[in-house]
């Protein structure tokens, strides 16, 4: 079974950058989308974009100028860095893997890690 | 793009057949997912592709899609299907989500 977990900071100060990174157990990081969703507390599902090992990535259009997602295949993990946070980013930020075909869902999920900007 | 439409709230009683809805301008070539999120909880694909079910997705859950609109279906729902629900398509390489719908079980 597949297994994602989110680590990183729970507070970042406003303008810095928010760091996270996410490491996939029993499974290989290649062949799928490594992607990230946030959900602000209360809201729903916000998508923030994915990266695919090989260099396909794409970002979600009103973050993409703030927003960075790599893949480490030495270390199974990828990475979320987005900068010049304010309070508005705020939020449980979940990392999945995302089929690359089809509807392209999101099989499997961390169990989210909340990042608030203070 | 497109934007991924629900209604926020949905009522069902016990035993009876909830139906949520997920509306766009036009679904075109687009497939459809479904989420269930429980409370403090991550979510759970119970659709994908239109119709198809995850193993270990209770029958009870379908999924079909028709013009502009796409919709789960829960039959004989139970007090444990009470959770929001979220659509997700694929448009132009990028992820649209649905605003969530809360399903309670009366």
């Known amino acids: 079974q597949v297994q994602l977990q989110e680590s990183g900071p729970g507070l970042v100060k406003p303008s810095e950058t928010l760091s996270l990174t996410c490491t996939v157990s029993n499974g290989s990081i290649s062949n799928y989308y490594w992607s990230w969703i946030r959900q602000p507390p209360g809201k729903g599902l916000e998508w923030i974009g994915y990266n695919q090992y090989g260099g396909i990535s794409n970002y979600n259009s009103s973050l993409k100028s703030r927003v960075s997602i790599t893949v480490d295949t030495s270390k199974n993990h990828f990475s979320l860095k987005l900068t010049s946070v304010t309070a508005a980013d705020t939020a449980v930020y979940y990392c999945?893997?995302?089929?690359?075909?089809?509807?392209?869902?999101?099989?499997?999920w961390g169990p989210g890690t909340l990042v608030t900007v203070s | 793009s497109d934007a991924l439409t629900q209604p926020p709230s949905v009522s069902v009683s016990p035993g009876q057949t909830a139906t949520i809805p997920c509306y766009a301008d036009r679904f075109d070539n687009k497939y459809v997912c479904w989420y269930q999120q429980k409370p403090g909880q991550s979510p759970v694909l119970v659709i994908f592709q239109d119709t198809k079910r995850p193993s270990g997705i209770p029958e009870r859950f379908s999924g079909s899609s028709s013009g502009n609109t796409a919709t789960l279906t829960i039959r004989e729902t139970q007090a444990i299907d009470e959770a929001h629900y979220y659509c997700?398509?694929?448009?132009?390489?990028?992820?649209?989500f649905g605003g969530g719908t809360l399903l309670t079980v009366l």
């Open positions: 999945a893997r995302q089929r690359t075909r089809g509807s392209h869902p999101f099989d499997y």
């Open positions: 997700q398509a694929w448009d132009v390489s990028a992820v649209l």
